[in-house]
């Protein structure tokens, strides 16, 4: 785990912190550069695979942490934040994948595209690591903590919503997300009341993740990342403690299951 100097802390015991999972993607980046200007947090931890490119001097109070994911290192990082005790305002868990980097795996067509290995690594990096990091974060949270968690999800993991099929694993990724929070949802809602849960479509937004399927989007729906960081936050600071799961679009209207 590589950790950068945490800022100096003066005014109080308890720091307010934020919390970014996958830190150097394209929304994540987005995500902690708009927490620099909300004035109520102490520290940023941002969370990553790899080290940061952003500047993480004493200019911004960001935490880098590296974790490859791993069950033991989500819960060193948990362990190591749980060390400054903070009050903890957001999470968002910004990690996903649709395509890997050398674009062997891409979006199934058909069936006849789907095959074991793909299915299982898509579930795992877009259902499975969401939710073990909530569960490490878990002891971290009081009673009446009033934690904002917003989880990056898709319109396509939407059963209602398919309409076109095909991107079997990501759809089914994003539907098992979409239940893993629901359920924690309804588990929170006895043991956390004032936390809410919020499983945000950011619409396609100008990333890597999205890069191989621009060229067909329509002009003006490919949105910044720091547009959708700032509509994300936005949604965050507005949404009441429900004890529901929201399923919440860029635009902060609801999404069908
Ligand atoms: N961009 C869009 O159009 C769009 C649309 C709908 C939904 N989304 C969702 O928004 C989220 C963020 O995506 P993005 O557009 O910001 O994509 P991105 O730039 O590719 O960032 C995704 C980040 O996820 C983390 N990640 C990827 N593979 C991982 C793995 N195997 N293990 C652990 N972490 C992994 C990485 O974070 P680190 O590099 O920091 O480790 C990566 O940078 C995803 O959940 C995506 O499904 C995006």
Redesign the pocket.
């Known amino acids: 785990m590589n950790i950068s100097t945490p800022p100096p802390l003066t005014h109080q015991s308890k720091p307010t912190c934020a919390i970014v999972i996958?830190?150097?993607?394209?929304?994540?980046s987005a995500v902690i550069d708009a927490l620099q200007a909300e004035e109520s947090l102490d520290i940023i931890f941002a969370i990553?695979?790899?080290t940061s490119s952003a500047d993480s001097s004493s200019a911004n109070k960001t935490v880098w942490l590296k974790s490859d994911?791993t069950e033991t290192s989500i819960e060193k990082v948990c362990g190591h934040i749980a060390d400054f005790a903070p009050v903890i305002k957001y999470v968002v868990i910004?990690?996903?994948?649709?395509h890997n980097q050398e674009k062997q795996r891409m979006p199934e067509k058909r069936l006849g595209q789907l095959n074991k290995q793909n299915l299982s690594e898509v579930l795992e990096?877009?259902a499975m690591?969401p939710l073990l990091w909530l569960k490490s974060l878990s002891p971290l949270h009081q009673k009446k903590s009033d934690t904002r968690i917003a989880v990056?999800?898709?319109r396509v993991g939407s059963i209602e919503d398919n309409s076109l099929g095909g991107w079997y694993s990501y759809r089914a990724s994003k539907a098992a997300l979409n239940m893993l929070l629901k359920t924690l949802a309804i588990e929170y809602r006895r043991r956390f009341p004032a936390i809410k849960i919020i499983s945000f479509?950011?619409?396609?937004?100008d990333?890597?993740?999205?890069e191989p399927f621009q060229a067909n989007v329509p002009q003006g729906k490919l949105f910044k990342?720091a547009f959708v960081a700032s509509q994300l936050l936005s949604l965050m600071a507005n949404s009441p403690s429900d004890g529901e799961l929201s399923f919440v679009d860029w635009e902060h209207k609801a999404i069908p299951w």
């Not at 996958?22 to 994540?28: H, R, S, V």
């Not at 990333?207 to 999205?210: A, V």
Request: with cysteine; glycine share 18%.
């Open positions: 996958g830190a150097n993607g394209g929304i994540g990553s695979r790899t994911s910004a990690t996903g994948t649709l990096v877009n690591i990056l999800s898709a479509h950011p619409g396609t937004t990333t890597c993740l999205s990342p």
